[in-house]
């Protein structure tokens, strides 16, 4: 079994995501069975291949070094769930 | 009723037959009518009529003045909240329009309402949507049925004739497959054909913009309408793009059309291989040679795609913290809780799932074991199209493994939700354009499609092929 309680913990630790004990489980479950079927992608030799990050062919596109201003603070802020005086707001960081 | 076309709704409009505001309200009429198939997550009568009055009050011609589109939740709107169908963007109204929707709008187009979807575009059926289940139009009344997803709104839209085209995205199948099982076209163009700026992200290097439409003409039309290059999204490709459909042509004599053996997989139901059969006989009698050709990864593009897309995926769902926009948790006692409770809450089952799984997949000590090794076996995936391209114009398959199934139908084993996609994540892989055309019904009178694959750019060659298909099978 390659996901356990430690790392099914972990991984939600890592992505930020509260689990109750029930989920753990079912997450456990399910990511395994899921990380098993994956697991035959181990019958293809990839050697010497090249890893397809990206489709697209054409060459990233520079463009012209220019200032502008698309965005207001304000409409920016519009949809924050906590805002003081122009900036996001959020619980105490520091005691 | 007839459903109406896109291009003889635009010579009536154009010859004064029917006006903008009759022509939407008779649409208005349908979708109130309808709101027990729960198409729409946004819809708002005022909305519409708003519009209205403003086309009527400008006197400048448009290509698509007046005509009434649906929009998948996934495209920011500045005039309707943009949902993505998921509980953490409940309340969330963009301050800017998507580049494909901001296309539309200055065409002319009326935005009837925001469709249902899959959480984050995270499913095959449109049931992972914190709004609830769509119905697909093509319903018994005893059985609902699944309108097949993740687009499933904007399928069953187009299908219960409430707007004329309708906006989806595909990451691996998510036009095409509800396209099939609502019965309509759906056409998922060429990776970077359609700008992905203002949509919210689900797999960047696979998520592409396309269209649902009643017909091959209309869809032509519609997708013309939305590309383009735009330089806010750094893969959006800059390729002139043709009048697909004043370019229609449905004669492919002396064409060649691929059929990949490696899609006739045990279990398909008859009806489906019957299909494809005779997809391929009417090509023949057109004068297209048949070449069978082998695709020798196939049966490795499912277990690919759920590598890299759920990698992707939460890469992406990473921004959604309760901090910049949209729900946060209210026990809120440290900063780290505050982040884990608003996702814990926020999100729904599957998209949990796959930001687990991607996170594992990219963590330290797994990354090359996984991603990188499905990275190399998507090259091999993208290899072999090219190989076949050389050999043949397009490629001819099934969309999908069935007709739309049961809406109550359990689906608990992920894997088998997962392999709804078996047809369409190998050209999502790759990049390449697919369309899905209604052709053949099941033994319950359900709609079945068949899939065209293109080359890369040439979604001129796709549609000439539907057009064709769908010419002689009407």
């Not at chain 2, 914190?130 to 319903?139: A, E, I, K, M, W």
């Not at chain 2, 279990?267 to 695709?295: C, F, Y």
Request: with cysteine; net charge negative.
């Amino acid at each position: 079994m390659k996901i356990d309680k430690n790392t099914i913990n972990k991984i939600a630790r890592l992505s930020r995501i509260k689990l109750d004990d029930k989920e753990s489980e079912d997450y456990i479950k399910d990511l395994n069975s899921i990380l098993d079927w994956v697991e035959q992608l181990n019958e293809v030799n990839t050697e010497n291949v090249e890893p397809l990050s990206n489709i697209s062919s054409s060459i990233l596109p520079k463009r012209e070094d220019v200032s502008n201003d698309t965005n207001s603070s304000e409409e920016i802020l519009e949809n924050a769930p906590d805002k003081l005086e122009g900036f996001f707001a959020v619980p105490k960081v520091v005691e | 009723m007839p459903k109406s076309s896109l291009k003889q709704t635009l010579k009536d409009l154009d010859t004064k037959k029917i006006s903008i505001r009759e022509l939407n309200q008779d649409y208005l009429k349908r979708i109130k009518e309808n709101e027990n198939l729960n198409v729409f997550i946004h819809f708002s009568e005022d909305n519409v009529l708003k519009q209205i009055d403003n086309l009527e009050n400008d006197n400048s011609a448009k290509k698509l003045k007046g005509i009434p589109i649906a929009i998948k939740d996934l495209f920011c709107t500045k005039s309707m909240p943009t949902t993505a169908a998921s509980k953490i963007l409940e309340n969330f109204n963009p301050t800017y329009e998507s580049f494909v929707t901001q296309k539309l709008l200055d065409e002319g187009s009326i935005f009837v309402g925001k469709t249902n979807l899959d959480e984050f575009a995270m499913g095959s059926a449109t049931n992972t949507s914190f709004f609830g289940n769509t119905v697909n139009p093509l319903s018994k009344e005893n059985e609902p049925l699944a309108p097949g997803g993740s687009s499933g709104g904007s399928a069953a839209a187009v299908a219960a004739d409430l707007c004329l085209g309708a906006t989806g995205t595909d990451t691996g199948g998510s036009i095409r497959q509800p396209a099939s099982f609502c019965g309509v076209v759906g056409i998922k163009p060429t990776y970077g054909l359609c700008s992905r700026w203002g949509i919210a992200a689900f797999a960047s290097s696979l998520d592409q913009a396309g269209i649902f439409s009643h017909n091959v003409e209309d869809a032509s039309i519609l997708l013309q309408s939305i590309a383009g290059f735009d330089q806010r999204d750094s893969t959006s490709a800059k390729v002139d793009i043709p009048n697909y459909f004043e370019n229609l042509d449905d004669d492919l004599n002396g064409k060649t059309v691929g059929i990949p053996k490696e899609y006739s997989i045990d279990g398909t139901p008859m009806e489906i291989s019957e299909i494809w059969e005779d997809a391929i006989k009417v090509l023949e009698k057109k004068g297209v040679k048949i070449k069978n050709i082998s695709l020798p990864h196939t049966k490795y593009a499912l277990p690919t795609y759920y590598i890299i897309a759920p990698a992707e995926a939460s890469s992406n769902l990473a921004r959604y913290d309760g901090v910049k926009y949209g729900f946060r948790s209210e026990e809120i006692d440290s900063l780290d809780e505050m982040y884990e409770n608003t996702r814990a809450q926020g999100f729904g089952r599957e998209v949990k799932r796959r930001i687990l799984i991607g996170t594992y997949v990219l963590s330290a000590g797994y990354y090359d074991a996984y991603y990188l090794k499905a990275q190399k076996v998507r090259k091999l995936i993208a290899d072999d199209f090219n190989k076949a391209f050389k050999e043949c114009d397009f490629i001819v398959t099934p969309t999908a493994p069935s007709a739309a199934f049961p809406l109550n139908e359990k689906q608990n084993d992920p894997i088998k939700m997962y392999l709804n996609d078996v047809f369409t994540v190998p050209a999502s892989l790759a990049g390449l354009p697919g369309i899905s055309i209604p052709f053949g019904k099941d033994k319950n009178n359900l709609p079945l499609g068949i899939q065209i694959l293109g080359k890369h750019f040439d979604e001129q060659q796709v549609f000439n092929a539907a057009v064709s298909l769908e010419r002689s099978y009407e």
